[in-house]
């Protein structure tokens, strides 16, 4: 009995160790994100799964052109995944006349699918702490893998 | 034996650590007098604080919490502030570029207790919720300080439209 409870305790300790070294992988590292919905058509379809990287954002190292992981603004429960337009200080035409400049510590994100995406032009510049990752490539479905970097 | 036994220890160590401090928070620091007189009341002395990221995993927050948030305009910059509103509350601003401002879907209004001395949503507006790392529950140092955070709202800045209903309340009564 008493060898029994202690390979239990045992193996919970593995349990834990490893546990919490995935998470600062997954949460300092890297990690995979499944994919929903049209706005990033055609560029990233629905159920596609995405290997993404946290040290750029970490380190804050976004540039024009990555394709992000961020924290939606309006909900925060919920991930969104755009493409980043504009970095602080550069100016954003919205509508036909009107143009915005992006103000510091914030980025214009907007999705590759314009028709179909909800992003900056519905909810302003997004601040960079809601940004999660970058997204680096796709790697499934298998026939489809390739990189989203430049 | 026993350094390879040290190294492998130091290895699984420091994520157990990093996890912990990832989900039930931390002591920090409070620098600055944006927070008086709740924190750092006096000059001389500087608070610690414990930071509970448990309390806000699912963004249930409140009004009168004190809570740290990642600044909106230096991503590297944490600040810590009072929930003034929440979503779909209406604020008579202090200094804002509106006078009344309703809050939006997923955002809070956040200000300081020291009120004209504090970088607060009166000068960048409404902040995402999503921004909020974890909520102030404690003073852990220095020992004469010892205590914990209440939620609290000053009369004057309670949100518009509570004001009004209570109002209500008090003519039906």
Redesign the interface.
Known sequence: MKKFILSTIGSVGYI??Y???A??MF??VGDFVLCSGPSMEPTIVSDDILLTEHISVIR?RISRGDVIIA???????QQICKRVIGLPGDKIKVGFASSQIV????VWLQGDNAGNSTDSRNYGP??????RSRAICKVWPLKSISTLTE | MKIPNFFKNII?G???G??II?CFGYVARVDGISMQPALNPDRTQTDYVFLNKWAVK??QIQRGDIIS????????QKIIKRVVGVEGDIIATLGYKKEIVRV????CWIEGDHTGHSMDSNNFGP??????TAKASCIVWPPSRWQLIQSALPDSRVPLNLLSKSIIGLAQF
């Open positions: 834990v160790k546990g919490c070294v998470h600062c949460e300092y804050q924290k939606c603004p309006t909900n925060p429960k103000p510091i510590g914030h997004v601040p960079q702490g809601l940004i | 699984f420091i994520p157990i990093i996890t990832d699912s963004y948030l990642i600044s909106p305009k230096d991503p590297a939006p879907e997923g955002h902040v995402s919720v999503g921004l909020i």
